[in-house]
């Protein structure tokens, strides 16, 4: 279990964490996601005590990881950012080194052969870690962080150099390890949040934005029903004919997609449905709809929405349409 | 301590700087062998030990550049740091590492000693009492260089500065002599590092000499300790 009580971490006047708190529970796999820069690994480096934070507690499994470093750190795996690799030693010295290191009490030869089957590495296990490919010591990090079976997992950004191929392994990897670790995954990729962790805290320039599972989050941010449509016909009529239906809350124009065709972006009342009146009213007033779709928020929205704040740039609305 | 101190000793001898530092130390001490001891026709190595000085200013730094300014430049920092081992016993796994590595160096006076042996007995005693005191000199300049590699990412910089400051130490005697306040002159002659370890090339074995330099070792590595700890509260 992770409980993290009003941590903050100031660099300077730089807040790189300011005053957040979440819990994990354990076989829980919580995803930690933010834009570039907004405190996911500074958050990750205080929790396993890489460095100190400037305010608030860290506890791992009830132990607080500046009063008993030595006892917390015994129970975490860590993958930092840039897998922590000797590039001048072979993997099995290198596990052996990290399985000493770690004091780990486990048989070692099959603890450590059983890692390398898991995350796929034993095809590699007597080759220099500097001759391996992006993905591959990327692997050894994430072997790394399993030796000694740690309680609390913290992988920061573990599927990065990876193909899609050992992403997807990776994803299934770590979500059999979230069955009994506790796990916090950090990263910028929303779809693999999504499909990875039961709960998301989001985070932006140091502040805890959202903390839910994803279905609340989309239903707290998706309060209204929207629809986006691409109408063939001259704006103002085709504006004025949508005004005038039941249930349409606003409507505006959005972009112009060819000559003559506008993106309309309407919105409706909670709970109704105004696709098939839309249909009727544009068919008898001679328009044409060539596309019409609900905008349901993706969790992309939501990450967008949370961390832009009131500022939804023209920009993601564009590629929503493009799209 | 004992995972880290394995892993340095290693690398010493997968990368080339073990081979570099013992083949320029075995090739220097077995210059001034022969100039000194065997040309001179002389059974004292006092002067082979007295010279071997100023070949550790220079060799030490090489030895030590990339302790720990390599694992911050490489991030394996974050995985020393993360693990559960103390700040201590990281620092000084490296240290004894370096030793080991020094110590096989010295080793090579005590097979000159051997050599000399041959032709005529040699004072042992003055001979054990000169390698210990090329060990704890050693041993010292090791902890100034491992310090030195804390501040920096950098190999070349952390090799250059260690080197200065190894120089400046060597000086501090010769400083002394050029300044005119008596007790300031005092001081600096306490701390002369040549002249602590003349005392051993002399022959004598003073306690005091060794205190001073197990002390400089251990004062040094927890200056790094400290230096590692304030960098996490930075």
């Not at chain 1, 500046?66 to 917390?72: F, G, M, W, Y």
């Not at chain 2, 013992?22 to 001034?32: E, G, I, N, T």
Request: overall charge neutral; proline content about 3%.
């Amino acid at each position: 279990m992770i409980e993290v009580r009003n941590l903050s971490k100031h660099f300077g006047d730089k807040k790189a964490v300011d005053n957040i708190s979440f819990k994990a529970e354990n076989g829980e796999i919580l995803g930690f996601l933010g834009p570039n820069g907004a405190g996911k690994s500074t958050t990750m480096n205080i929790l396993t005590g890489y460095i100190s934070s400037t305010q608030g507690k860290a506890l791992i499994d009830g132990i607080d990881i500046l009063e008993n470093p030595i006892k917390a750190k015994a129970k975490i795996g860590y993958l930092p950012e840039l897998p922590p690799l000797y590039m001048d030693m072979t993997v099995k010295e290198y596990l052996n080194f990290i399985y000493d290191l770690k004091k780990c009490k486990l048989p070692k030869n099959s603890h450590l052969k059983d890692i390398c089957n898991l995350v796929k590495i034993d095809h590699v296990f007597n080759r220099m870690i500097k001759n391996l490919s992006k993905g591959y010591k990327q692997r050894v990090g994430l072997a790394q962080a399993l030796v000694g079976n740690p309680n609390v997992l913290i992988l920061d950004e573990p599927t990065v150099g990876l193909d899609p191929n050992q992403i997807i392994e990776i994803r299934s990897l770590i979500k059999k390890l979230g069955k009994n670790h506790t796990v916090i995954l950090s990263s910028h990729i929303l779809s693999e949040v999504q499909a990875v962790c039961d709960r998301i805290v989001v985070i932006n320039e140091g502040k805890i934005v959202a903390d839910d599972t994803e279905d609340n989050l989309s239903k707290a941010l998706d309060n209204e029903h929207k629809i986006l449509a691409r109408i063939d016909g001259e704006k103002d009529k085709v504006l004025a004919c949508i005004n005038e239906l039941d249930d349409v809350v606003e409507c505006s124009v959005d972009t112009m997609s060819e000559e003559n065709v506008w993106v309309y972006r309407i919105e409706a009342k909670q709970g109704a449905d105004i696709r098939r009146k839309l249909f009727t009213c544009m068919a008898e007033n001679g328009f044409y709809i060539l596309e019409m779709k609900s905008s349901e928020l993706s969790l992309e929205d939501i990450f967008i929405k949370l961390t832009m704040g009131e500022n939804l740039s023209p920009i993601s609305s564009n590629k929503e349409v493009e799209n | 301590m004992g995972a880290i101190f394995r892993r340095e000793v290693l690398s010493y001898f997968t990368s080339p700087i073990g081979y570099i530092f013992l083949a320029a130390f075995y090739a220097s001490s077995a210059l001034f062998f022969s100039i000194y001891s065997l040309e001179q026709g002389s059974t004292k190595l006092d002067v082979v030990f007295g010279q071997l000085m100023l070949i550790l200013v220079v060799l030490i730094p090489i030895l030590t550049m990339r302790t720990i300014s390599e694992e911050k430049k490489n991030k394996t920092d974050q995985c020393l740091l993360t693990s559960p081992v103390s700040l201590f016993g990281i620092v000084a796994g490296k240290f004894l590492a370096a030793f080991l590595i020094y110590v096989l160096g010295v080793a090579i006076t005590l097979v000159y000693a051997v050599v000399v042996s041959v032709f005529a007995s040699p004072d042992w005693t003055v001979i054990l009492g000169n390698v210990v005191g090329l060990s704890l000199l050693g041993a010292a300049f090791i902890s100034i260089g491992i310090f030195c590699s804390s501040f920096t990412e950098n190999q070349m910089v952390s090799a250059v500065v260690s080197f200065v400051v190894l120089v400046v130490l060597y000086l501090f005697s010769t400083i002394a002599g050029l300044i005119p306040v008596e007790f300031i002159k005092k001081i600096l002659t306490s701390l002369s590092f040549l002249e602590r370890y003349s005392g051993f090339t002399y022959g004598l074995f003073d306690l005091s000499n060794v205190l001073f330099f197990i002390s400089t070792v251990v004062v040094f590595l927890f200056l790094t300790v400290r230096v590692l700890e304030r960098r996490r509260w930075a």
